[in-house]
């Protein structure tokens, strides 16, 4: 492992559990970090850290400016990704269809600071027996355009800039029996449980249980890894 590899981890190590980071060397290649953190989506989390150094063993002004800018913008995209998923859990659950907000932007609520993990889109889970229905609500709400598309296990829209997918199913595993079982697990988790619940922009969205997203988080980890790669926020997330 190259010496920027260690000191983003030992750096990814301090964001995450508060503890400090390694001293850094004095020959340590800044911009290769900062690019490497980029690569793997954790910028926020080398920003945390950088803030717990010594004033001594912090970078330079340019690369404070840029992670600085890079936290506003983190910020403003968790804002608006916030408001997007508070609007349509509101209009799902008028409807009659409360849905359970998993994956990225749910997995952030268990970072130190919710604020440093990047997110992307929006994953719902509805379920196989209202899914049909949470389509055609979206449908009619935000409607439709040239870049929907549905898969085995959702369907993925855009709300106004930001993309939102609704789940009939959370995941699969290889082998009949096995992803039997894995479904039904699923069902018992995100329908039939108690879940576990916040408070975004005023509207009250659930959220998996603690169990549900151990294994559910490795599993689609592993997906990834056999699918293409698997990058260091996935395992942070697990």
């Given at each position: 492992m190259t010496s920027s590899r260690k000191i983003l981890i030992s750096f990814v190590r301090s964001a995450l559990w508060g503890v400090p980071a390694e001293a850094v060397p004095a020959d340590v290649d800044w911009g290769k970090v900062c690019r490497l953190a980029k690569q793997q989506t954790l910028v926020g989390l080398l920003a945390d850290a950088v803030n717990m150094l010594p004033q001594e063993?912090?970078?330079?002004?340019?690369?404070?400016?840029?992670?600085?800018?890079?936290?506003?913008?983190?910020?403003?995209?968790?804002?608006?990704?916030s408001r997007k998923l508070s609007e349509t859990v509101g209009i799902l659950r008028s409807e009659g269809v409360d849905p359970v907000l998993f994956k990225g932007h749910g997995l952030a609520l268990n970072y130190p600071d919710p604020?440093?993990?990047?997110?992307?889109?929006?994953?719902?889970?509805?379920?196989?027996?209202?899914?049909e229905k949470a389509v055609e609500i979206c449908r009619r709400r935000f409607g439709e355009s040239e870049h929907d598309s549905e898969s085995l296990k959702h369907y993925h829209f855009d709300n106004h800039g930001i993309t939102v997918e609704l789940h009939r199913i959370?995941?699969?595993?290889?082998?009949?029996?096995?992803?039997?079982?894995?479904?039904?697990?699923?069902?018992?988790?995100?329908?039939?449980?108690?879940?576990?619940?916040?408070?975004?922009?005023?509207?009250?969205?659930?959220?998996?249980?603690?169990?549900?997203?151990?294994?559910?988080?490795?599993?689609?980890?592993?997906?990834?890894?056999?699918?293409?790669?698997?990058?260091?926020?996935?395992?942070?997330?697990w």
């Open positions: 063993q912090k970078p330079d002004q340019q690369i404070l400016s840029n992670l600085r800018a890079y936290v506003m913008k983190n910020l403003q995209a968790h804002m608006l990704i604020m440093s993990r990047q997110c992307g889109d929006i994953d719902l889970y509805v379920g196989k027996s209202v899914y959370a995941e699969t595993i290889p082998g009949p029996v096995r992803n039997s079982r894995y479904q039904s697990w699923t069902v018992r988790n995100l329908e039939q449980s108690e879940l576990r619940q916040v408070d975004v922009d005023g509207v009250n969205v659930k959220l998996p249980p603690y169990g549900f997203d151990a294994i559910y988080v490795m599993n689609h980890a592993w997906h990834h890894f056999v699918a293409g790669g698997i990058g260091l926020r996935q395992i942070c997330d």
